[in-house]
């Protein structure tokens, strides 16, 4: 509950800086008004704000020196540590940077509001080859089906991590397969004491967060119809949802609440996994990375339903996402700069650098990538990228909405004080109006 109301207070501060935008923006974005770079004989700088800071920042930095000593038209200046809120009160004063990067669920509002320019121009002129791009990524940069932005790199979750000790000990001498296996697997890693409270437990499907976006995906489901029509309310989400509660069926609300009370934090020394009072959980490319190659976690492909096989390799992917204001004045520059930050060249070096998941799908096959020892961790990660089952959330100008009410409908499902299809049918009476909404403008 204190997530969701720190979640609420960011996206009042978020709207308020948003209307700051309505006055200082006007129209949909374009590309119309960016200059030519080095018309004058002499290289155009541009600015390059990104929201990481210290050391997670210099991959970035890394390219930026790579970008300026490999050409002479353009110089790019970078300045790290400017989180979403920096780049709004930047771009609301009307003298933004000329490219930024942020997470790429603020694409949909921001372009909503003129502050964003679409790339459409510009990858249509220089018949940019959006198809190299993993699809689930891009489509996150997309909103009415205009490119928004571009995804750099990111994050994916579409494995289980598993303690390994307490499979062992439990006699489970594989990971499973599909959910219904994972259920059973589940109670045979639960653990009680005298009094009857949880000393360990098998699986919590929403530790350490509740999650609107793995879940569905997981099940085949989809949150609109590409058309304005949302579709939370479906079977496949409705599903999903019941089969998260089956574990608060099976173990109790209390029971699992106190459990939940007394673990550490997630990568945390105290992290309830780590320290074997949790058995399974939901994998990020970028968890455990340590613990993983000491061989004390364990990878699988996450399970997927028993009667859907075609599901198999499913997941959701987080983009980063660069982007170029409406009224940056260095458009062209500023393009140039993202083309080279999405090329098999930079796209390589920042996999090398600093591990993630690059967005170019021919680099998840570079031999220096899976010959690297570094990288090793994640090959199976690498390798997933590539799955046709991957998604990610629609990009909407009601996204936050929509996001927060599904979290808010699927906490009472869990609870029990409602049914799955109860939950998703109260989304889509809640949301559809801003989606009607949207759809006139």
Not at 131 to 160: C, H, Q, S, W
Not at 196 to 214: H, K, L, N
Request: some cysteine.
């Amino acid at each position: 509950m204190a997530k969701m109301k720190r979640t609420t207070m960011l996206l009042l501060a978020c709207f308020m800086l948003f209307t700051l935008f309505l006055s200082a923006c006007s129209g949909k974005g374009s590309s119309e008004g960016g200059s030519s770079y080095g018309s004058d004989g002499k290289p155009t700088e541009i600015t390059f704000w990104y929201g990481v800071k210290g050391k997670d920042g210099e991959y970035l930095d890394k390219m930026v020196e790579k970008f300026n000593a490999g050409q002479k038209e353009v110089v790019v200046k970078a300045l790290g540590g400017q989180d979403h809120l920096k780049q709004l009160t930047a771009i609301s004063g009307g003298n933004p940077p000329d490219i930024l990067q942020t997470q790429w669920n603020f694409i949909g509002p921001w372009s909503e509001a003129g502050a964003i320019m679409s790339l459409d121009e510009f990858i249509q002129k220089d018949k940019f080859d959006m198809t190299r791009l993993i699809p689930a990524a891009f489509e996150r940069m997309k909103v009415d089906g205009k490119a928004y932005g571009m995804p750099i790199r990111l994050a994916m979750a579409n494995k289980l991590f598993y303690n390994k000790k307490m499979f062992e000990d439990a006699g489970i001498t594989a990971p499973p397969e599909t959910l219904e296996d994972m259920f059973e697997v589940a109670k045979k890693l639960t653990k009680k004491d005298s009094s009857g409270s949880y000393t360990q437990i098998g699986f919590i499907p929403d530790y350490p967060w509740i999650d609107s976006v793995f879940w569905p995906t997981i099940f085949g489901g989809s949150w609109d119809d590409g058309n304005g029509k949302l579709t939370a309310n479906q079977k496949a989400n409705v599903d999903a949802i019941d089969y998260q509660m089956s574990y608060y069926r099976e173990f109790g609300n209390d029971g699992i609440d106190k459990i939940k009370s007394g673990m550490g934090g997630l990568l945390t020394p105290q992290d309830p996994i780590v320290t074997g009072k949790l058995g399974m959980i939901i994998g990020w490319d970028n968890w455990y990375v340590t613990e993983r190659s000491e061989g004390k976690i364990g990878v699988a492909p996450f399970p997927y339903p028993k009667d859907k096989p075609e599901l198999k390799n499913a997941g959701m992917v987080s983009p980063v996402a660069m982007y170029i204001p409406t009224k940056a004045k260095n458009k062209d520059a500023a393009w140039k700069f993202l083309q080279f930050m999405l090329s098999d060249e930079a796209q390589i070096e920042m996999t090398l650098v600093n591990g993630s998941i690059p967005s170019v799908l021919s680099v998840l096959d570079n031999e220096k990538i899976k010959n690297d020892p570094k990288l090793a961790v994640n090959q199976e990660f690498f390798e997933s990228a590539k799955s046709e089952n991957l998604k990610g959330f629609p990009n909407t100008i009601y996204i936050d909405a929509y996001l927060q009410s599904l979290t808010e409908e699927t906490e009472k499902a869990l609870k029990g004080q409602q049914t799955a299809q109860e939950a998703m049918d109260n989304v889509v009476k809640k949301i559809q109006p801003l989606a009607d909404k949207a759809q006139k403008k």
